[in-house]
């Protein structure tokens, strides 16, 4: 074990190269370009000692990766916001192919007006291809995800890609010390991939032709089967992770000072390592809140959430927004509550276009909901933009 | 379930007592970024277990006034948001002073810590800041510590920095330099730190 401090990207670089992935193929956008630049050095020094394709946009990295997972490969690649809505296409593909390719997504804006700072709506706005979503908070928790995402990808229960998000410069391009375990720790966690099928000119199979009604019914509904199975592996790799290497970040939520709580905040990114300190702060005062941090917004946590409800009243965070309708975290836990639990959830916007949202302002939203000073959701900070 | 009020938000950060932040001043590719990446690598070395540097989030342009922060604490920390309110101001290049209002958010009784021949008396905020002066452009030319004639600051003045910040050492500080330089490049990096820690000029 050795502690390395550096950038989000880097380590995420650190993390898809000790995975060994037999191909990466990417293209670079800010704020990800440092991650491919990353792995390009491990190209350099050997370390990285797989295929490392340089296409000519996010679309193609999409595609070559979705050729040589399909080909039996462990592969890997990272994008960002415009990169992430050209590969979209290919991203239904991927997830429909039922191949496990690991993706970093670095949270940033969608332009027009052109903005290189972080929310989620790039991400978000891809929430119905199929693909398992991870949004992380911290280095240490970007490393780790990265690591069991391939392994949680490459089950075969699940056989389905993973996006593994985190924000563009607050975590992309912010150092923090990170635990990187030996490599012989994560060879062990993950295995070889032994992929279920696979292109293989000694052994042809057709793959993707035509598929009539029924049978592509079934193609739909074995994928919603993919992500249940997902939704309770994701537990038990975490706590394998733990005994390994000593990090855990949480299941599908990670549950911060929930105990008693009457009300409990649910965020996601790196506004939900923020709001860690929100939380101490208002405990301090007396307020009976915790937070529960959402890792993965596909599988939704919808038990977990119900759960909750039970014990609490919800106040949610989306650094997004569904235009037309509201925060997708909002619609999406509401949705899990219905007929469940008659809990109140509150509903606020913030952070969009980069716009800080430090741990005062989550105080502010928190207390405009204990007050009951909101109704519907709310956009958090717009008068001051 | 009950109502509650908050405090007025007084504009200090309270989350954890141990917890330091710094702002670095500094012109576009004079290397604040690495010098707040230099100077965590070795809190960390000294035990600070909680330590985070990162770049002022925006375009970047040479010679434009550019900003850096670093945040050192005792346990993890999960500030994500931008320093506002810091502990400690470094300027690497005194003329920035002229148009950026480095005291900016300062906490009172906070330090500042200058890239400057004047000595701590001759700022007239001497009397409401605790302030560190050092000559590290000097240092830097009688280094030889240059990169196309022009001198690189950012590392001699890290040796200023344990006399305006307990939690780091001098030692750890140039260990850092020694990891990410080698030979004669790091041999006088190190040099300049110790020139540095022993010029510095304060008033408290």
Redesign the interface.
Known sequence: MTIMIDTGNYIAAKAAVMAKPDVVAAYPITPQTTLVEGIANYVGTGEFKGEYICVESEHSAMSACIGASAAGSRTFTGTSSHGLLLMHEMLHWAALARLPVVMCNINRVIGPGWNIWTDENDSISQRDTGWIQFYCSSNQEIFDTIIQAFRLAEHKNVSLPVMVSYNAFILSHTSMPVEIPKQQVIDDFLGKYEPLWKLDVDNPITFGNIIGPAGYYKVRRAMQDAQENAEKLIPQIAKEWKQKSGYYHGDLLELYKCDDAEYILLAMGAIGAESKVAIDEMQKKGVKIGLARVRTFRPFPKEEIVKLSRQADLIVIDRNISVGSEGALFSEVKAALYDKSDAKVYGFIAGLGGKDVPYYDVEIICKKAIDGKTKGYEWYGLEEA | ???????A?EGTI??SESLVEICLHGRGGQGAVTA??LL??AA?KDGN?G?????F?G?ERRGAPVRAFARVSDGE??????V?TPDIVIVLDESIMRVVDVLKGLKNGGKILINTRKKPDDFDFSKKFKVATVDATGIAIKHGILVGGMPVVNTPILGSVPRVLDKVTLQSIQGAIKNKWAGRLAEINVKATKDAYDSTEVNF
């Open positions: 379930m009950h109502h509650f009020h908050f405090g938000w309270v989350s707040a990446n965590v690598a960390l277990k330590v985070q540097a990162f770049p989030f375009a920390i999960h500030l994500r948001s931008e506002y």
